[in-house]
């Protein structure tokens, strides 16, 4: 994937190796360094190595267990990676480390394991995931990439810890990257799709054909397309229903769109069309540090999961687990929290049942250092406002003057329409030269680039009248790369270590790289911002999901506290602060707990 994108977006430096602790990488040595401190704590992440997309997952319907695979940044020599890491539960709340799943150890793989995923077939989970080859120890290597499968060694272990390739690897040779999870056809036809909107099929799982790219689908990385979700609890249906659901990652951001789809009998394309008084565009799934995102049916409870790739320090998570639905009226789809999630509430940190008004204010709800505050879950409801104005949540603050944070924001635009967002309380100016600091996006020329000095990018931007702003990112294939960007279309984060950015015209920063519109029914009496901080990001769901976002803590105070502000008038009806437990438990604890469920 990093030779392949050529977007700022995905500027993290993050280095795949295949030299771990105690040996070469490979299943004798599967740590990268020492374990990460002060990281994320209730997301799926790896204990020492760096991580992106969340691969495969999927519900295991003979034992119980779900299971989560994730790009893992080491591979063994000389492939450059990354490969599968992988984790497992029982309850989906708790989670489990588990060995790293696939190697990049044939022939036909031997450079990386790409992001692939999973489908139960016949009651089996089968993977299938792109290997990206080389000419010289695999002949058939035109495109770099081809298609492979993956089934547990051991069918009789509930974690399916090893995974063995069969003789008949590759399935396809010299495709694209990223298949999709199968779906399957009225005439039993299965069919995946991958970069660029290809579609392949098969009638038995084993012999696969390429159907061609469909023009009317979007393309982009890490696509999907699923049956549409099941509705919003508590709405009907009150026209035309799309049947299916795309999902692409572009632009460093990740799509969704819906419409009706029919599938044509098997080697026949099929089409896919706009569904009458339904919007055919692609929207937002989360206009934060979001990307890559994997969705899986989960045949136990009857509904769509999607995991995205949240882009925070120190070197990536997985996000938290939301459920998909469609909302009829808004026409919309809305990603929520689990409802498992609810699980991991600890200790009570504040209630408040009693509604109180603010006028220009803010209302301190509490010191929670001690590792309270900075993993935590926080749900502020507001009456529905009715005049202009800005109002929220900050997070990871204190009650002193001038003190930083993280500020979770709504602000009234109309009667029915709201931006909300996460940005700074003071975001100072943009400059000429700002280290550690990204502008994502808006980029119109990116430079693979050897030299090490960020003025170097600095001054080939502005050298050119048709560049407003840069960003110099220390990334492979070289040393770097210069992105050259316009006067808009980029975003500001400034937390990020690998990067150096400037703009040509001094300006006040935005007070928020990232928003987005949520629309209000008229049913509507409150709205709700749910925050789930988890020691460097959040992630910010608004109305349950109608709006979702993840983002790096840009401003914290070791008093870790919380505060409600309103910039004109607001009225609070609510406000609930838990500290949220660890989710990490040993593989033996969830084998215990399937056991014990089983008795």
């Known amino acids: 994937r990093w030779l392949l994108l050529a977007s700022c977006l995905l500027s993290t430096a993050l280095s795949d190796q295949t030299q771990c602790v105690g040996g070469p990488c490979g299943p004798a040595h599967q740590q990268c360094a020492a374990p990460f401190q002060n990281a994320p704590q209730f997301h799926v992440m790896d204990l020492s190595c760096a991580e992106n997309d969340p691969n495969g997952p999927f519900f295991d319907p003979v034992h119980g267990l779900y299971h989560l695979f994730y790009q893992d940044h080491l591979a063994i020599a000389p492939g450059h990676g ?4 992988h984790a497992v539960s029982y309850d989906f709340i708790h989670w489990a480390r588990l060995p790293v799943a696939i190697w990049n150890d044939q022939p036909y793989d031997n450079e990386a394991i790409f992001t692939g995923s999973t489908t139960v077939v016949d009651g089996k989970p089968v993977i299938i995931y792109p290997g990206l080859c080389n000419k010289d120890d695999y002949s058939n290597c035109e495109t770099g990439t081809l298609f492979a499968v993956a089934v547990p060694s051991n069918a009789s272990d509930p974690l399916y810890i090893n995974w063995s390739k069969p003789s008949y690897n590759p399935i396809v040779n010299n495709t694209q990257r990223d298949p999709s999870t199968a779906w399957q056809t009225p005439d ?17 799982f084993v012999t696969w054909y390429e159907l061609g790219a469909n023009p009317t689908m979007p ?29 692409s990652s572009h632009g460093g951001q990740d799509w969704m769109g819906v419409g009706t789809y029919t599938p044509g009998k098997p080697r026949v394309l099929g089409a896919w069309n706009a569904t009458p008084g339904v919007n055919f565009e692609q929207v937002l799934i989360d206009a934060g540090d979001f990307y890559a995102s994997k969705d899986f049916k989960d045949t136990k409870k009857n509904r769509r999961i999607n995991f995205g790739w949240a ?15 469609w909302h009829p009226e808004l026409k919309q789809l809305v990603y929520s929290p689990v409802a498992e999630q609810a699980q991991l509430r600890g200790t009570h940190l504040a209630a408040i049942t009693n509604a109180f008004s603010l006028n220009n204010e803010s209302h301190y709800l509490g010191d929670w250092a001690d590792q309270a505050g900075n993993q935590s879950e926080v749900i502020v409801r507001f009456a529905r406002p009715t005049a202009l104005g800005s109002f929220g949540v900050d997070v990871m603050t204190a009650d002193t003057p001038g003190a930083s944070g993280t500020r979770v924001f709504l602000t009234y635009l109309n009667a029915t329409t709201l931006r909300v967002g996460v940005g700074l309380d003071n975001p100072g100016m943009l400059t000429q030269s700002m280290p550690h600091t990204d502008l994502p996006g808006g980029d119109f020329n990116v430079t693979n680039v050897n030299y090490t000095d960020p003025n170097i990018c600095e001054q080939v931007c502005f050298a050119n009248r048709n560049c407003q702003a840069y960003t110099y990112v220390v990334r492979p294939p070289l040393h770097a790369a210069c992105c050259q960007k316009g006067a808009s279309g980029w975003g500001y984060n400034p937390n990020k270590d690998s990067c150096t950015s400037g703009v040509r ?40 999901g109608r709006v979702a976002m993840t983002a790096t803590l840009v401003g914290t105070e070791p008093e870790a506290g919380m505060s409600v502000f309103a910039s004109g008038q607001a009225q ?28």
């Open 505 to 544: 015209t001094p300006e006040p920063a935005p007070g928020s790289g990232k928003s987005a519109l949520l629309t209000l029914l008229p049913s509507d009496t409150e709205v709700e911002v749910r925050v789930f901080v988890d020691n460097t990001f959040l992630e910010a769901y608004w109305q349950d």
């Open 572 to 599: 609070v009806t609510s406000v609930d602060v838990w500290h949220v437990d660890s989710i990490w438990i040993s593989p033996e604890e969830v084998l215990d707990q399937m056991k014990r469920d089983r008795m």
């Open 219 to 247: 393309t982009g990385e890490c696509p999907s397309f699923f049956p549409l979700p099941a509705l919003y609890p508590n709405t009907s249906a009150n026209g035309p229903l799309p049947n299916y659901v795309i999902k």
């Open 311 to 325: 882009r925070v320090p120190p070197a990536s998570t997985q996000t938290l687990p939301r459920e998909l639905t």
């Open 188 to 204: 039993g036809e299965w069919r995946i799709i991958s970069y660029g909107s290809v579609i392949y099929a098969s009638m038995d």
């Open 82 to 85: 990354p490969d599968w890491g």
